[in-house]
């Protein structure tokens, strides 16, 4: 994967002026790893809306079953799906207005960020929010 979506000015950006993130595959399980990173910005600050088809309250917030249904502003998508269900994922963000998409360690999909990024959002990929959170300053 190249560098460019790993930018550490668009990466400092989300984590310091967005207030709300739509975890994609967020459901009430506290052994996967989105629950722990949602939990993190949580803790930091940020609103997090959990988008998961059982549509349940996580963490305290309440769930939709997808980004169409949230009917807040999204600063940040993160597409917590395996890589083959990522390019979905981030065109349903484009279409629900986010600001951005992130993709964790490990979902890559270079098409989906292209896409993403040729609609205006900005683009992490294949970076963990936690990390790059310590990382920051």
């Not at 989105?34 to 088809?53: E, F, T, W």
């Not at 349940?56 to 949230?70: D, I, N, P, Q, T």
């Amino acid at each position: 994967m190249s560098a460019e979506f790993a930018d550490r000015q668009v990466i400092r950006k989300l984590l310091n002026e967005s207030r709300t993130w739509a975890f994609v595959g967020l459901g009430d399980n506290p052994e996967r790893e989105v629950y722990s990173q949602a939990r993190l910005l949580q803790q930091r600050g940020k609103r997090i809306v959990p988008v998961h088809p059982a549509g349940a309250e996580v963490l305290g917030e309440r769930g939709y079953a997808s980004l169409a249904e949230v009917p807040d502003e999204i600063d940040v998508v993160g597409v917590y799906r395996r890589a083959e269900h990522a390019g979905q994922a981030v065109d349903e963000a484009i279409a629900a207005g986010a600001k951005a998409v992130w993709l964790p360690l490990g979902v890559i999909d270079e098409d989906a960020a292209r896409r993403a990024r040729d609609a205006g959002l900005d683009v992490v990929m294949d970076r963990c929010p936690g990390v790059e959170w310590a990382l920051r300053r």
